[in-house]
């Protein structure tokens, strides 16, 4: 059996070294990857993203906990850093969620970012559409902790959630663009500190400077404790009232058909990619570019041109 | 093609609560270019190996000041073992006496480091001895 007949068959093992081959950019993947393709679809996509430290990781392990109890099938990715140095990686979200581990309705899977800046890994939204096939009702992905500017769980997620914590700055922070705008849910987490009632009073004035439109979406700003548990049963019934909503009004199916295109551009921009410079290197011609920009004899436009003309796409 | 990333999980099974060794072997590993998995304190044999599949690591290494190595070690091969996954292999370091550690080898434990090891050594066994599954 091939890894992804043996994945659809329920087989965990199977399932993690396709994760891990997907990670690692092996081709037979995209092969499986095939194979589980028409299987995908079916699973609701929570993301989590927020600052290092807002308490993402114990937000997970409640969100999870909860919909174990409503007896859902949870798949988790968490994502933590990679050294820019060493290559190497500490992923270390699953200390606030590993009482999960021996649940067998639940996955939980860390990836490194490898170099990706956008908050996922590249791996992330094939990993997805693996625990999808795997047949998880939830997928629920923590992204690495974020600044102002990694939005790339917006395309990838159904519901995003920006977890914010008090302190973190005056009200002007809140009316900059970026991750404050991406939030379908809005969460002040270690809301039991000083400061979280004005936190969350700012975040709603940005939000209700931004929302006139009274038919569309409106995101809310939840208070919660993550690791006491307070206020998670308001933050799932809020992630079930989004989940309607975009069922009810057709921006689920605009999100699915985004989210296709972007997997079919970026795997269109890699391939391309690695079709024409594997071509290139092997047949000298970029050593010959890389001489030739050395002493000024053509200049890296000419050089792609030059490159591109070489071959008929149109 | 990329090549594959040794991935080790490394946790501390059982009631102890002292993680700096824990934590000291992480970065060590993470500064050789491994991906690390660190799961934290207070793990059952069980969680250990339900983790270690999911993350598909090749190697699991535990650290125990204890004293329960000789329960809980033979208890994650056997466990392993069960959930066919004994081809992950598992190496422990910590408080542990000599003597015990024929016994531990011999129930599956690849290797034992105890405390004065360098962390050159123990990144160096691992490069010999882990080869990323296929």
């Known amino acids: 059996m091939t890894l992804a007949e043996r994945v659809l068959d329920g087989d965990i093992r199977a399932a993690a070294r396709l994760m891990r081959d997907i990670d690692d950019r092996f081709k037979s993947a995209i092969e499986e990857l095939k194979t589980l393709y028409p299987h995908t679809g079916n699973a609701y996509i929570i993301g989590i993203t927020g600052p290092p430290g807002a308490g993402k990781s114990t937000l997970v392990d409640q969100i999870v906990a909860a919909y174990r109890k409503k007896d859902l099938l949870v798949g988790v990715i968490a994502i933590d850093p990679t050294s820019p140095f060493s290559g190497g990686a500490i992923l270390g979200d699953r200390i606030r969620m590993n009482r999960h581990a021996d649940d067998a309705g639940v996955f939980i899977r860390s990836l490194a970012t490898r170099g990706a800046l956008g908050g996922l890994s590249r791996s992330t939204t094939d990993v997805v559409n693996v625990m999808d096939a795997m047949g998880m009702d939830v997928i629920v992905i923590e992204t690495v902790g974020v600044g102002q500017d990694e939005v790339d769980i917006v395309s990838t997620a159904h519901t995003t959630v920006v977890v914010m914590v008090p302190g973190l700055g005056d009200d002007i922070q809140a009316i900059k663009a970026g991750i404050l705008e991406i939030g379908d849910v809005f969460v002040v987490n270690k809301a039991d500190r000083d400061g979280a009632e004005r936190t969350a009073r700012e975040l709603t004035t940005m939000l209700e400077m931004k929302h006139p439109d009274p038919a569309g979406w409106a995101p809310r700003v939840l208070l919660t404790e993550g690791a006491r548990g307070v206020g998670i049963e308001e933050l799932v019934q809020e992630f079930d009232a989004h989940h309607i909503y975009l069922k009810e009004s057709g921006a689920l199916q605009r999100l699915i058909e985004e989210r296709n295109a972007k997997l079919f551009a970026d795997s269109l921009r890699e391939e391309l990619f690695e079709t024409v410079f594997g071509a290139i290197k092997g047949n000298g011609k970029y050593d010959e570019i890389v001489a030739g920009m050395r002493d000024k004899s053509i200049d890296p436009y000419s050089a792609v041109q030059e490159v591109m003309a070489g071959r008929a796409f149109s | ?134």
């Open chain 2, 1 to 134: 093609m990329a090549e594959r990333r040794i991935r080790v999980l490394v946790g501390k099974p059982g009631l102890d609560g002292h993680d700096r060794g824990a934590k000291i072997i992480a970065r060590a590993f993470r500064d050789a270019g491994f991906e690390v998995i660190y799961t934290g304190l207070h793990q059952t044999p069980e969680q250990i190996v339900s983790a270690a599949i999911q993350e598909d690591v090749d190697l699991v290494a535990l650290s125990i000041l204890s004293g329960a190595h000789n329960t809980l070690l033979p208890a994650v091969k056997e466990i392993m073992k069960e959930k066919g996954a004994a081809d992950i292999v598992l190496m422990a370091g910590g408080v542990i006496p000599e003597d015990d550690i024929p016994g531990l080898k011999a129930a599956g434990i690849a290797e034992v480091f105890t405390p004065g090891t360098s962390t050159e050594a123990i990144v160096g066994w691992v490069r010999d001895n882990i080869t990323p599954h296929a």
